[in-house]
């Protein structure tokens, strides 16, 4: 049995994981820096860099200790090296290469949204291919056919703001505070998805593509009128509730309609979605409904492996098996889509 060592520092999680190339996972640690975000409203990359370098070695260290296993017992290193912030995957990168090197091991390179799907095939406990794949994410939103784990072609993706991206601008609009997403799910509660008629872009028509930045801008003028300059964020009560139920409603919709597009045209009939904003218990539940009218089999992970985190680079565990190893002067590549 082979153990594998893989870390993911593509934005503001600092991650580590354990697994075996049998996919059982022993241990998963993520370190968030949401509380070194959140004054800013938002990731800031140099931040972001820093506190990577500063958590990595004693999240590595607990995730080692918790599989119960040392570095002399791991086998293989993996690391996400694309997409995201460069000089935050800078940090993981080195320090894998630095361990595969050390430990004279296989350095794997695993691109972090195909992770987002494979999340679902390690949850899933068995295979998800051929399917149609969806990553909603801080940075991506992007539909996928998935012939394979390794195999994914694009089908469409944003035309401006990710979807989580979305959430958290909306977040800031009426003040709910960063991150956005849990923010804009917990006030959407107790809010009418109805009362605020919003746009859903691009829902009419076959394009499986997505834009955001209007719907964003539509819940600004909602919440404002034009008197936007001068705004401050709404008081908490009714029309805060009612906004982000009615953004909420909105992005659910989109994203929803846009699968079963997806769906349709491919002829594919299992869903794998993935990403942090696959976390969201609406969306969840509008994704169970439509793949059960579709006659659809649904995979999404639970929560702990929708967000960011370094047990879903166990798609390294693929390229092992097929000899994909990395070179030695591996870099960090931050565009991919
Ligand atoms: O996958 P992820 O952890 O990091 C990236 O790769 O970007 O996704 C983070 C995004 C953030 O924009 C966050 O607001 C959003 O996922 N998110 C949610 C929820 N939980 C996290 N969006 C909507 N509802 C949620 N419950
Ligand atoms: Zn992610």
């Given at each position: ?40 409203g ?126 958290d601008k909306v977040a800031a609009i ?6 956005g ?157």
């Amino acid at each position: 049995m082979t153990h594998f060592l893989a870390l993911e520092t593509s934005c503001d999680e600092t991650a580590a994981a354990v697994f075996t190339d049998g996919l059982a996972v022993r241990s998963s640690v993520v370190a968030s820096q949401t509380d070194l975000h959140a004054r800013f409203g938002g990731v800031v990359p140099e931040i972001a860099s820093r506190a990577h370098l500063r958590n990595l070695l004693p999240v590595i260290d607990e995730a080692l200790a918790k599989a119960g296993v040392t570095l002399a017992d791991i086998g293989c290193v993996a690391v996400h090296n694309t997409p995201g912030l460069v000089g935050a995957l800078l940090v993981g990168v080195s320090a894998a290469k630095v361990l595969a090197l050390g430990l004279g091991v296989p350095l794997i390179a695993v691109n972090h949204v195909q992770s987002h799907i494979y999340a679902c095939r390690l949850a899933a406990g068995r295979d998800i291919f051929p399917c149609v794949g969806l990553v909603v994410s801080g940075g991506h939103t992007a539909l996928f056919q998935c012939d394979g784990p390794l195999a994914m072609t694009l089908l469409g993706g944003t035309r401006d703001d990710a979807a989580g991206e979305a959430f958290d601008k909306v977040a800031a609009i009426l003040g709910l505070g960063f991150p956005g997403g849990p923010a804009v799910e917990r006030e959407a509660a107790a809010g009418d998805p109805k009362a605020y008629a919003l746009p859903r872009p691009f829902a009419d028509d076959g394009r499986l593509e997505f834009s955001f930045s209007g719907l964003k801008t539509a819940v600004m003028y909602a919440c404002h009128g034009q008197d936007v300059a001068r705004a401050k964020p709404p008081e908490p009560g009714p029309k805060r509730a009612n906004l982000a139920a009615s953004f909420q409603a909105a992005a659910v919709d989109v994203l929803t309609i846009k699968c079963k597009q997806a769906l349709r045209k491919t002829g594919l009939k299992r869903l794998a979605v993935g990403g942090g904003v696959s976390a969201n218990k609406p969306l969840r539940a509008a994704l169970t409904a439509m793949c059960a009218k579709e006659g659809a089999e649904l995979f999404i992970p639970p929560l702990s492996l929708c967000t960011d985190n370094a047990a879903m680079a166990a798609l390294a565990v693929e390229k092992w098996s097929r000899g994909e190893f990395a070179p030695a002067d591996l870099d960090a590549e931050p565009n991919w889509i």
